[in-house]
């Protein structure tokens, strides 16, 4: 089973600055990535795939980089509707399709 | 547009049996690839189960042997049958369209639903 950890677990960052999440992949997952955000008592939305290609409707403000077992999430200047929890998946090896454990994204 | 609507959820008992339902509208469930994930009160998101479009499945080792995917392609509506639930099952579970094999990149999940809670307990 492919092990996704997320770092960190909580996040500060006051409005209008950059956030970087962390996903790091127990072994070599090439770019089968995804990111999603869950806002508070919403379903997940798919932001990411392909580690690095964003979703249909996606701000440009998302990016995401990263191959093999280290990936990123970068928010560049925070809306108040980013602060969410975000969580990465992994779909190389399958099953099981594994999910970090989500970073929470909070305001400082 | 894409919408999910799961229902189904409830209070049962450790041992019970439920079925969750997943009504689609915005594009057909028999051409799709279909999935259902679960999130326990308060934590992440784990996958439960995958329906290929022409009829495989895959489950999670622990769901196998007690749940089973399904669809009904006339009422273009996905099946998620619990048998034998357990205390741990406990979680609100989303179902989600799925890329896939068609797809240059596969499986994840483009669109969920709202979620039906699950609450197992005596």
């Known amino acids: 089973e492919v092990v996704m950890t997320q770092s960190p677990a909580t996040l500060s960052v006051s409005p209008g600055d950059r956030a970087t999440l962390s996903c790091r992949a127990s072994q070599n997952i090439r770019k089968t990535l995804a990111w999603y955000q869950q806002r508070p008592g919403q379903p997940p939305r798919l932001l990411i795939y392909g580690a690095s290609t964003r979703a249909t409707g996606i701000p440009a403000r998302f990016s995401g980089s990263g191959s093999g077992t280290e990936f990123t999430l970068t928010i560049s200047s925070l809306q108040s509707e980013d602060f969410a929890v975000y969580y990465c998946q992994q779909y190389n090896e399958w099953p099981p399709i594994t999910f970090g454990q989500g970073t929470r994204l909070e305001i400082k | 547009e894409v919408q999910l609507v799961e229902s189904g959820g409830g209070l049962i008992q450790p041992g019970g049996s439920l079925r969750l339902s997943c009504a689609a509208s915005g594009f057909i469930v028999s051409t799709n690839y279909m999935t259902w994930v679960r999130q326990a009160p308060g934590k992440g998101l784990e996958w439960v189960s995958l329906?290929?479009?022409?009829?495989?499945?895959k489950y999670a080792d622990s769901v196998k042997g007690r749940f089973t995917i399904s669809k009904d392609n006339s009422k273009n509506t996905l099946y998620l049958q619990m048998d034998r639930l357990r205390v741990e099952d406990t979680a609100v579970y989303y179902c989600?369209?799925?890329?896939?094999?068609?797809?240059?990149?596969?499986?994840?999940?483009?669109?969920w639903g709202q979620g039906t809670l699950v609450t197992v307990s005596s």
């Open positions: 989600a369209k799925t890329t896939g094999r068609d797809s240059s990149d596969w499986p994840y999940f483009e669109s």
């Open positions: 329906l290929y479009s022409g009829g495989t499945t």
